[in-house]
């Protein structure tokens, strides 16, 4: 698979029970199906991604999903403006920009959601 940023080949990482792909140019991470979901162990976690914000730029560059080829759909949740994040429109998956994972993990309000992803973040990369 393809990073949708830069188009360098994506790494698959695996920690727990998943396995997520990962740029090493740009520190992306693509999320097949559910697994973003399984890392912050929040069923809830689409009541906080589907909160539109008028932030999203129409004119910004469109991304390719790395498992289909469609063009995915930029959304802006409204619990984390800092956040774009990228969803392939045949739900394929979703694409994290670097630091877009902590960035909804402290948004949805869950301590247990943020220690995960700390823990997930400090064994794959050691931060």
């Not at 140019?25 to 914000?53: K, M, Q, T």
């Not at 390719?64 to 949740?77: E, I, K, N, S, V």
């Amino acid at each position: 698979m393809q990073c949708p940023v830069d188009k360098e080949p994506l790494i698959a990482l695996e920690w727990d029970e998943l396995e997520v792909d990962y740029c090493t140019e740009c520190g992306g991470l693509w999320f097949d199906a559910g697994e973003l979901e399984l890392l912050l162990d929040a069923p809830d976690l689409a009541r906080l991604l589907s909160g539109e914000s008028a932030s999203v730029d129409p004119s910004a560059a469109k991304r390719l999903c790395p498992l289909c080829g469609a063009r995915m759909t930029q959304h802006c949740p409204a619990g984390a403006p800092e956040v774009i994040y990228d969803t392939c429109p045949k739900g394929h998956g979703v694409w994290l920009d670097k630091g877009e994972l902590a960035a909804i993990a402290r948004a949805s309000g869950s301590d247990e959601a943020c220690g995960r992803v700390a823990a997930f973040l400090a064994d794959l990369f050691g931060a």
